[in-house]
């Protein structure tokens, strides 16, 4: 059945157009409520498919929520269906499209519960399908208790399997598989919830997004939180009880003890749509658009979210950034381009923070491995400093680590592992880098100043004012 409705198919196109979103979170649900802002229901018509159960939420925040922070789930959710609805959207939730026909501008999509299959015509597509987990194919992976926390279901799957395991009793155990943001934020929601926890990674040192040397610092944050990290290990199976839960996860040479085991392993692109429409992947299997976010060689269709890739602004190569605040951008860009008007997303410089209970973790730009790959020459420098004046009271200390490009001084990038107050402050590198400055520019920059919130010399400029005197050192 091609439900062709006003804005009918390419051959039946009517003075109303009609656009279809797939993906209802973030990226897609900005790019709808954007482009319904541009246009009023009687000029577009607007279809959003969703497969899951929930639109517009913060994922983000879902082990914020696991680890008691969040109160409950509906804090998460920014606009409810009824609330899309309410401005003019047609969300139908449950719905998975299944196929995208590009030469005749329709997607297929198929009710989840009824399992009815029906063709939709657009004139205007968005893909926001985001991604995927990682899931490791090893025995056991599917057991109960096994979990990813990648949607708002998962978060409530994993909180039954926590009541399931607390049973009031203590000596409870969780092993997360993974040492990435995820990892390291759900060890932080299952200390929150008195669990003994165990991280098992297979990099040497948590946050892969960080040099090593930095890495080794959240490793011993973490360890002194009392989280055990195992580092260069990877789980080959998870083992089950007699009744069938998970019981314990198996590397090469030993077993964990496990109530509970969370999958932190990272995601990809969820392009398996795009890919079977003969759309452009680029190396990280996410789509290829250009600075309106629309698909390379489509007129008429854009993507944005954690399925597509983005130009490093530093690197000056394609990246494959799944963040949410790169997301909404996007579809602030989309919606306003559908919508008639004229938008553009320029590109990432990589900045993300974390936190394991009061250690804050902070990147932005490139590490070193990453100005390597790329052909630059660099200096680096790492200095240690505090978050506010050394006598004032709650001073806290944190480690800056900056890359800057040898004989130019161009900032590469910054990282930061600290206490209270440390993780913002790669906001200062974050736009220096975005602006093309130099580390000896950065030494100028009249930041504030204050005994409770910094040193006189802020411990990124203090990077900076050492990052420069080892460029000039070095340069002929």
């Given at each position: 059945m091609d439900i062709g409705g006003a804005g009918g198919g390419r051959g039946t196109r009517t003075a109303r157009e009609?656009?279809?979103?797939?993906?209802?979170?973030?990226?897609?649900?900005?790019?709808?409520?954007?482009?319904?802002?541009?246009?009023?229901?009687?000029?577009?018509?607007?279809?959003?498919f969703e497969r899951g159960d929930f639109t517009s939420y913060s994922a983000c925040g879902i082990p914020y929520w696991i680890g008691g922070d969040v109160p409950d789930r509906d804090a998460l959710i920014a606009r409810t269906p009824e609330e899309h609805r309410s401005?003019?959207?047609?969300?139908?939730?449950?719905?998975?499209?299944?196929?995208?026909?590009?030469?005749?501008?329709?997607?297929?999509?198929?009710?989840l519960d009824s399992g009815r299959e029906t063709w939709t015509s657009y004139d205007k597509l968005v893909i926001a399908t985001g991604a995927r987990p990682v899931c490791p194919d090893m025995p056991g992976s599917g057991a109960p208790g096994v979990h990813g926390v990648q949607t708002l279901g998962d978060g409530e799957l994993l909180l039954g399997s926590l009541a399931a395991a607390d049973?009031?009793?203590?000596?409870?155990?969780?092993?997360?598989?993974?040492?990435?943001?995820?990892?390291?934020?759900?060890?932080?929601?299952?200390?929150?919830?008195?669990?003994?926890?165990?991280?098992?990674?297979?990099?040497?040192?948590?946050?892969?997004?960080?040099?090593?040397?930095?890495?080794?610092?959240?490793?011993?944050?973490?360890?002194?939180?009392?989280?055990?990290?195992v580092g260069g290990a990877e789980v080959t199976k998870v083992l089950t009880?007699?009744?069938?839960?998970?019981?314990?996860?198996?590397?090469?040479?030993?077993?964990?003890?496990?109530?509970?085991?969370?999958?932190?392993?990272?995601?990809?692109?969820?392009?398996?749509?795009?890919?079977?429409?003969?759309?452009?992947?680029?190396?990280?299997?996410?789509?290829?658009?250009?600075r309106a976010m629309r698909v390379r060689g489509q007129e008429n269709i854009w993507a944005g979210g954690d399925c597509v890739e983005v130009l490093d602004l530093v690197s000056g190569q394609q990246r494959y950034v799944p963040l949410g605040t790169h997301a909404n951008k996007?579809?602030?860009?989309?919606?306003?381009?559908?919508?008639?008007?004229?938008?553009?997303?320029?590109?990432?410089?990589?900045?993300?923070?974390s936190k394991v209970c009061d250690l804050e973790i902070a990147r932005t730009g490139l590490r070193e491995k990453d100005a390597r790959r790329v052909g630059l020459r660099f200096e680096t420098v790492v200095v240690?400093?505090?978050?506010?004046?050394?006598?004032?009271?709650?001073?806290?200390?944190?480690?800056?680590?900056?890359?800057?490009?040898?004989?130019?001084?161009?900032?590469?990038?910054?990282?930061i592992v600290g206490r209270e107050g440390a993780a913002k402050?790669?906001?200062?590198?974050?736009?220096?880098?975005?602006?093309?400055?130099?580390?000896?520019?950065?030494?100028?920059?009249?930041?504030?100043?204050?005994?409770?919130?910094s040193p006189v010399w802020d411990p990124v400029l203090v990077a900076a004012r050492k990052a420069a005197a080892k460029v000039r050192a070095g340069t002929p």
């Open positions: 009609r656009l279809v979103v797939i993906g209802g979170d973030a990226a897609g649900m900005s790019a709808a409520s954007q482009a319904r802002r541009m246009r009023g229901p009687d000029e577009l018509e607007i279809v959003a401005r003019g959207i047609d969300v139908r939730m449950r719905t998975e499209v299944t196929e995208i026909d590009v030469a005749a501008g329709r997607v297929r999509a198929r009710d049973g009031g009793r203590d000596g409870r155990r969780a092993v997360v598989v993974g040492a990435g943001y995820i990892g390291v934020e759900m060890a932080e929601a299952l200390i929150k919830r008195g669990y003994e926890v165990t991280v098992v990674n297979r990099g040497a040192e948590p946050m892969a997004t960080l040099d090593p040397d930095m890495g080794r610092l959240v490793r011993e944050g973490m360890e002194g939180l009392g989280i055990t990290v009880g007699d009744d069938g839960r998970v019981r314990a996860v198996a590397t090469d040479d030993a077993e964990y003890p496990a109530d509970v085991v969370v999958l932190g392993i990272g995601v990809r692109p969820e392009t398996t749509l795009a890919r079977a429409a003969g759309l452009p992947l680029g190396a990280y299997g996410g789509l290829l658009t250009d996007h579809g602030q860009v989309i919606g306003t381009n559908a919508g008639g008007g004229y938008a553009t997303f320029p590109g990432v410089v990589g900045t993300a923070v240690k400093s505090t978050s506010r004046a050394g006598y004032y009271p709650g001073a806290s200390p944190m480690t800056v680590k900056m890359l800057a490009e040898r004989r130019t001084g161009r900032l590469l990038g910054v990282q402050r790669v906001d200062v590198a974050a736009v220096a880098l975005t602006a093309g400055l130099t580390v000896e520019q950065m030494t100028a920059l009249d930041l504030g100043y204050a005994p409770p919130f």
